[in-house]
């Protein structure tokens, strides 16, 4: 069991940068990839960012692809997604997700443990 609580969202305007994290507490980060989801207001979940346990592959979507950098601090249990040149339609709810699975994955079915997300509003 992992429990995981995410922080970092807040107001941002179009063109900024915010770097959320999420700590991890009970078992090590280590054991578990990680990713990144996000729910914007009426949509559904989606995918956002993953990486291995590691830390050595990760794996965006297209849509974060070139501006948003996910990492992790096994030593400290933390999780990170540094997410530069915001747009509007990167406003959603931030969520981090522990896998149990080896490989980085997309599909959130394969996401065991999820934090309680964050907010993110890029907005002018």
């Known amino acids: 069991q992992v429990y995981l609580v995410e922080s970092g969202g807040r107001l941002e305007q179009p063109g900024g940068s915010l770097r959320l994290s999420c700590a991890a507490s009970g078992r090590t980060v280590s054991s578990y990839t990680m990713g990144w989801f996000r729910q914007a207001p009426g949509k559904e979940r989606e995918f956002v960012a993953s990486?291995?346990?590691?830390?050595?592959?990760?794996y965006y979507a297209d849509s974060a692809k070139g501006r948003f950098t996910i990492s992790r601090s096994n030593a400290q249990n933390m999780l990170y997604l540094q997410m530069n040149g915001l747009k509007p339609e990167d406003t959603a709810v931030y969520y981090c997700?522990?896998?149990?699975?080896?490989?980085?994955?997309?599909?959130?079915?394969?996401?065991?443990?999820w934090g309680q997300g964050t907010q993110v509003t890029v907005s002018s």
């Open positions: 997700a522990a896998a149990l699975g080896v490989r980085i994955t997309s599909t959130s079915d394969e996401y065991a443990y």
């Open positions: 990486i291995s346990r590691s830390g050595g592959s990760t």
